[in-house]
């Protein structure tokens, strides 16, 4: 006879064992996106200027992305957060798109462009459409659907 046919696992067990599975599950089916990428910011000179930007999602707010602006990139020498819907970012790599704070818009076949109005101005930056692409695809991913 085998241990576990003599030895079967206890209620406790199973429950122990029952609620590490869907801890599990539930961290899974919660999991934030993060994508790392480089984007141009485009001004007069004829040269542009490379940044790291990051783009978030959290399943806590399905509806909405983020993108992340370096601390050095700000007045206030802190992060700058961007926060608007997901889908004006698809739409924004297919037709120009957004009448607000947020205006996006496909430049060419491999780039899109993000405008940002505030107050202080306008920023224009430029990033590669499939980076946004990808991140998009992540945001739509099982693991990121919010329980």
Known sequence: MSATAENPPGPATATAATAT??????????TAVEERVTARVIT???????IPVALRFAPAEPLAVRIVFPAGLSPE???????????????????PSG??????????????????HSPEGVAVIQF???ALRR?????????????
Do not use: H, M
């Open 135 to 147: 991140f998009l695809r992540r945001t739509y991913a099982p693991a990121t659907r919010s329980a």
């Open 99 to 116: 009448t607000g704070d947020v205006r996006i818009w496909p430049c060419g076949r491999v780039q899109a462009v993000v405008e940002f």
């Open 77 to 95: 020498g802190t992060d700058n957060e961007w926060v608007f819907p997901r889908a004006l970012l698809e739409a924004g790599l297919q037709a």
């Open 21 to 30: 599975a869907t801890a599990a599950a539930t961290a899974a089916a919660t």
């Open 44 to 50: 007069d000179d004829p040269l542009y200027r490379k």
């Open 128 to 130: 590669d459409s499939a």
